[in-house]
């Protein structure tokens, strides 16, 4: 992807959606707490399919072109970035509040973003090569009309009805279009319960809480039927199949692994296709290893972090430990499974030298797979304030960080998606699963 030329400018928003930059100001970015210098290299053209956000209540920062220093922008509220997926940011967008009572922001992620000869660039690397949710991929007509007949042939089936009405036509879940679209990545929300509270859960939020999840949490507990009906023939003839409990419209499927367990026995008993994989909290190791003996292929554990303070923090789990991440991961790998950290990158938080450390040690325990490089979705000054962290350490940068890691552990696969079977059979070899 093309680079600038030199960094680019800084932008603001009049507050009615025109956004315009300031000749007069580099952009920067921000990590941890920090506004900071970026450089020419740190950039790539603002993705096709993202979306930029102006943040209310917010100036932009900037640097001086002439005299270098660091400069409140006051002509307009701050901008940021939602990159398309297979995106990851290495800066956030740079601000301060100009209310002390800026509305707190939605959970998305806020990327950096500039302008420079008639484009936007944000600090970010493409992570993944798959174009499996590229958004001009989606054909939406054509969704809605597989979205009719499926449900016309199943008609009692809870579980499309939800992924079809709601997923692929209210929400515009990619996973699930795809579904409709009968290729790669297909979701099985199984679990309206949850044995975390995580700050930011986009399927739950309390409602005295100053923010909004984004999306419904699923209200029934569908039946291995249910599921086995609608996944089979997926598995059977999508191109790259994968079937993946664990969505962001539900609670922690691990506590419905009985009933997962049952459908991939089911699935199984039909089809050796395609890969079945669970995104999961992780916090249910023994559950883990009941669907490994079921024929579960993979396994992807989310976290904002690998130490146990700052995760404990956030996710604030009702009795399960942080260990049991770690557990969860080596069960699968024990069974010669794939396992993947679904990491959720926060500039100053990710890249500390701390959590630097943490991460080594993890790898090495557990014998990790991959690392989905993933923007955390929230309101930095809101997630910093809610977790308790009021400094950051020592900033190693993200792509640094990136490239540490690949050195130490070069067999680590970086990504944005759960692999297909095909590569998780490449690079598994010889013992398969
Ligand atoms: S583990 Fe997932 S569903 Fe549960 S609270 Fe956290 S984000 Fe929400």
Avoid at 218 to 224: D, I, R, S
Wanted: aromatic content about 10%.
């Amino acid at each position: 992807m093309a680079q600038p030329k030199r960094v680019p400018n800084l932008v603001y928003s009049d507050g009615s959606s025109i956004i315009c930059d300031d000749p007069n100001l580099l952009m920067s970015g921000r990590s941890g707490f920090d506004a900071v210098a970026l450089e020419a290299a740190d950039f790539i053209e603002l993705p096709e399919g993202s979306d930029l956000f102006e943040l209310p209540g917010r100036l932009p920062i900037g640097f001086d072109k002439k005299t270098g220093a660091l400069t409140l922008c006051d002509k307009g509220v701050a901008v940021a970035a939602q990159m398309a997926p297979a995106h990851t940011q290495l800066y956030l967008s740079s601000y301060t509040k100009k209310e002390k009572d800026a509305p707190t922001l939605p959970l998305f992620a806020y990327t950096a973003v500039g302008w420079l000869d008639g484009k936007y660039y944000v600090p970010a690397v493409r992570i993944d090569a798959d174009i499996r949710q590229e958004p001009k991929s989606f054909d939406q007509e054509k969704v809605q009309e597989s979205v009719k007949n499926l449900i016309e042939k199943f008609p009692d089936n809870r579980l499309l009805q939800h992924i079809g009405y709601n997923c692929a036509m209210t929400y515009y879940c990619p996973a699930a279009r795809n579904f409709f679209l009968n290729r790669y990545e297909a979701p099985i929300p199984t679990s309206p319960a949850c044995n975390a509270n995580c700050i930011g859960c986009i399927s739950f939020q309390p409602e005295q809480e100053s923010i909004q999840s984004t999306q419904d949490r699923l209200t029934f507990k569908p039946t291995a039927a249910e599921i086995a009906e609608y996944t089979i023939d997926h598995l059977k003839s999508a191109p790259r199949p994968i079937v993946s409990f664990g969505q962001g419209c539900e609670g922690e499927p691990l506590l419905m692994w009985e009933t997962i367990r049952d459908s991939i026995r089911e699935i199984r008993k039909h089809t050796q296709l395609g890969s079945i994989n669970i995104n999961t909290n992780g916090s249910m190791p023994e559950a883990v290893e009941k669907l490994c003996k079921a024929g579960l292929n993979s396994i992807r554990v989310s976290t904002n972090s690998v130490r146990k303070h700052i995760y404990e923090a956030y996710y604030l789990p009702n009795n399960y430990s942080f260990e049991a991440l770690a557990e969860s991961v080596k069960v699968v790998r024990k069974f010669n499974g794939w396992a993947s950290l679904n990491y959720f990158v926060f500039p100053g938080m990710t890249d500390d030298s701390d959590e630097y450390e943490a991460l080594r040690k993890f790898i090495r325990v557990t014998d990790l797979s991959m690392i989905q490089w993933r923007n955390f979705n929230i309101d930095p000054d809101w997630y910093l304030e809610r977790i308790g962290v009021t400094d950051t350490g020592n900033i190693l940068g993200v792509k640094k960080v990136m490239d540490l890691i690949k050195k130490e552990f070069p067999h680590i696969t970086y990504g944005y998606f759960n692999p297909p079977i095909e590569v998780i059979k490449e690079k598994l070899k010889p013992a398969l699963i």
